[in-house]
């Protein structure tokens, strides 16, 4: 029998990395191939508590249906935290909150893209975005980046030149995969660019809270003055990733298309996860939380940096993150992190490499890797393996 598909499904297709991270699972293999937040700073005792509170207090509303929007109060706890962390003017009726910010970069495709449509991405870019917008089959056009991310000029020049570019997709802070950063500068240029040519921009948002060192720099939602800037928010890496508890933040305009397509798609986030986070805010100190998780996590890049610098072979450049959870590390000429992959994996050490961060491919001289979920132990002895494995590449 053959079955048929719709014509999207061609391009969406299981990834070959997948195969060799299945590899990695292994115990005995340290992997900073994943990208988690660490189990050990989850507020286990803390949400104990709360799912019984909220239960006494909501009873039957905690478990009922709720509005497509989302929890009011939620919402105007975000609304606060990112008039106060990003800068920015908003309001309750400005948020939806989604099932993870993931949710989010899906309805961006459903709203913005027909088949065809050109999606500008920095380059290398968020696989799971990427994964994301294919199902709506659209062209991607990949802006080179430098260490301050994207290149100003490169997009202004592909704006230029290029139809039907309906949707820019950035990650300005922390980038997953390479940790990089953009400078007000650039954000400030950016905004000229994509207000000259009235584009909407996803500004992709997890791990702009989680920085070590540093200024703290405006989002771009924060400088949008048309409108253009959907800002996506995420609980996943400042709390816990199982609620699923996301957001966008948009003009009117553009979140009421979001909020039609989230009726179509699950009517509403969780009713009683969206009242657990609340309630945490309500009555703990998330900022005081989001520190712990900072020191933790910068003292965890801090090792990984220094003992790569340490074990690593001279001739390769890597990212210093001024926060988030990955670096990016680029080998010299021709060298493929897939190949290499299959002898670190023999060496019982992993990491992500970079090829399918570039949608349109032909990038494979570089890797992630994530320092948030190892311990100290497994940080040195896992950057020294690689180091053997590299040194035996780079000197062939
Ligand atoms: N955007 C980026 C850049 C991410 O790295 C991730 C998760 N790794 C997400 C979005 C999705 O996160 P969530 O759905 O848990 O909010």
Redesign the pocket.
């Known amino acids: 029998m053959a079955i048929k598909f719709a014509k999207r499904m061609d391009k969406l297709k299981g990834s070959e990395i997948r195969e060799l991270l299945k590899l990695t699972e292994k115990p005995e293999v340290i992997s900073f191939a994943g ?2 937040p660490a189990p050990e700073l989850f507020p286990v005792e803390e949400m104990k508590k709360i799912s019984t509170l909220v239960l006494e207090e909501a009873g039957t509303a905690a478990l009922q249906y709720s509005t497509t929007e989302g929890f009011q109060p939620l919402r105007e706890h975000i609304a606060d935290r990112m008039n106060s962390k990003n800068k920015t003017n908003v309001n309750k009726d400005d948020i939806l909150i ?8 899906d309805f961006a495709g459903k709203v913005f893209l027909d088949e065809g449509d050109v999606v500008l991405c920095e380059s290398p ?2 696989l ?2 990427l994964n994301a917008f294919k199902a709506y089959s659209p062209k991607f056009i990949e802006i080179p980046t430098d260490k301050n991310g994207m290149i100003m000029e490169e997009l202004e020049k592909v704006l230029a030149t290029t139809d039907r570019v309906k949707m820019i997709y950035v ?1 300005p802070d922390f ?2 995969p390479t940790g990089r950063t953009w400078p007000l500068e650039r954000r400030k240029k950016f905004m000229e660019i994509i207000e000259k040519y009235e584009i909407p921009v996803v500004e ?4 702009g809270e989680l920085r070590f060192e540093g200024e703290n720099l405006p989002s771009l939602k924060s400088m949008d003055k048309k409108g253009l800037i959907i800002f ?6 400042i709390f816990c ?1 199982g609620y ?3 957001w966008t933040c948009a003009s009117h305009e553009i979140l009421q298309k979001f909020i039609f397509v989230k009726q179509g798609a699950d009517l509403q986030a969780s009713t009683i996860s969206q009242r657990e986070v609340s309630k945490f805010m309500d009555i703990y100190d998330l900022d005081a939380h989001v520190e712990k998780l900072k020191e933790v996590y910068s003292r965890r890049r801090d090792l990984m940096l220094k003992t790569m610098k340490e074990e690593l072979p001279e001739g390769l450049e890597y990212t210093h993150p001024e926060g988030g ?1 990955f670096t990016w590390v680029e080998l010299p000429g021709d060298l493929n992190s897939k190949v290499i992959m299959e002898d670190c994996v023999k060496n019982n050490v992993a990491y992500v490499p970079g090829g399918s961060f570039f949608p349109n491919g032909g990038k494979e001289n570089c890797f992630r890797l994530n320092y948030s979920t190892a311990t100290d132990d497994q940080i040195v002895e896992g950057i020294k393996r690689l180091g053997v494995v590299l040194r035996k590449h780079m000197e062939v």
């Not at 996506?232 to 890496?237: T, Y």
């Open positions: 990208g988690l989604t099932n993870g910010s993931q949710q989010g970069l870019s968020y799971g975005a990650i980038q997953n992709d948002n997890p791990y996506l928010g995420s609980f996943s890496k990733p699923r508890i996301g959870l």
